[in-house]
């Protein structure tokens, strides 16, 4: 059994920073990557950030410069630092685990960030 437990979600005005982290526990082997989704509702829900254990990252466009997402590998954990937040950055974020072996993945419960005045 794998768990994905996010955190640090919040409501911050425009211009705001939060901080969101997610840690995966349980029984595996290795991670592979971890990323952050978000949705809003009535959208597919998009990627924003994602990190690979050897480091490399991608970003979408709409977070690009503003967004960084971190891994610390010991401790299975993903951070996304949110900076110069807008209200079209409020949605429910979702931690999303890749292991590496046969590639199983995982989503966390998610957490609602919103950005309003």
């Known amino acids: 059994q794998v768990q994905v437990a996010e955190s640090g979600g919040g409501e911050v005005q425009p211009g705001g920073s939060l901080r969101l982290s997610c840690t995966a526990s349980g029984s595996f082997f290795v991670i592979n990557q971890m990323a952050w989704y978000r949705q809003v509702p009535g959208k597919q829900r998009e990627l924003v950030a994602r990190v690979r254990a050897v480091g490399d990252t991608t970003y979408a466009g709409s977070v690009k410069g503003r967004f960084t997402i971190s891994m610390e590998n010991a401790r299975n954990t993903v951070n996304l630092q949110m900076n110069s937040l807008k209200p079209e950055d409020t949605a429910v974020y979702y931690c999303?685990?890749?292991?590496?072996?046969?590639?199983?993945?995982?989503w966390g419960q998610g957490t609602q960030v919103t950005v309003s005045s």
């Open positions: 999303h685990v890749t292991m590496g072996g046969v590639g199983e993945t995982y």
